[in-house]
């Protein structure tokens, strides 16, 4: 009834930009929260940024003032600007949302996962 549906990734050169899309669809009654997630090989999967309906934000210290995450409410979609990106940026990143649908309470839905590659 609900999925959401990242694109955005691919393989850029250090220094370069990406932007990352995710769109919620289905039974959606409202979304708390949405944020974006990566995780490296080996390593445990972190937040990057989330942002609340209310259009408060949350960066990992790690991309502050080089990312940055924005909504829109109306379409149930959310975007990471990509910025200065480095090698160590280098993860698959997934889309993550806090949301109400018609059959469940909140609760949190993931994407499949977008690969983002960054060369030196």
């Known amino acids: 009834q609900v999925q959401l549906v990242e694109s955005g990734g691919g393989l850029v050169q250090a220094g370069g930009s990406l932007r990352l899309s995710c769109a919620a669809s289905?039974?959606?009654?409202?979304?708390?929260?949405m944020g974006w997630y990566r995780q490296a090989p080996g390593k445990q999967r972190e937040l990057v940024a989330a942002?609340?309906?209310?259009?408060?934000?949350k960066y990992a210290d790690s991309v502050k003032g080089r990312f940055t995450i924005s909504r829109d409410n109306a379409k149930n979609t959310v975007a990471l600007q990509m910025n200065s990106l480095k090698p160590e940026d280098t993860a698959v990143y997934y889309c993550?949302?806090?949301?109400?649908?018609?059959?469940?309470?909140?609760?949190?839905?993931w994407g499949q996962g977008t690969q983002v590659t960054v060369s030196s």
């Open positions: 289905g039974s959606i009654f409202s979304i708390n929260a």
């Open positions: 993550n949302a806090d949301l109400e649908s018609y059959y469940r309470a909140g609760h949190d839905y």
């Open positions: 942002i609340t309906s209310n259009g408060r934000t």
